[in-house]
């Protein structure tokens, strides 16, 4: 059974870890059937990921200057 993995999961994994992990997640994917259970979880696990390797990237805003 493929476990969803969850964004607080990723909160202190490494950018190398989070690429590596969704390689592994991504390979495990193509062997599940569309539809059951175990292909939903790594489909929103590769959602996490990504959204946590994005959230690392996105420029973050200037404080304010006085």
Same mark, same amino acid.
């Given at each position: 059974m493929f476990k969803l !993995? *969850? +964004?607080w999961e990723l909160q202190? #994994? *490494?950018?190398t870890e989070l690429? *590596?992990?969704f390689q592994k997640v991504s390979q495990e994917m193509v062997k599940t059937e569309p539809g059951t259970d175990d292909h #939903?979880? +790594?489909c929103?696990?590769?959602?996490? !990921?990504? #959204?946590a !390797?994005?959230?690392?990237?996105a @420029? #973050? @805003?200037k404080p304010p200057s006085f």
């Open positions: !993995i *969850t +964004a202190h #994994r *490494t950018d690429c *590596t992990l #939903r979880n +790594a929103g696990s590769l959602e996490n !990921i990504k #959204r !390797i994005n959230t690392r990237q @420029p #973050r @805003p």
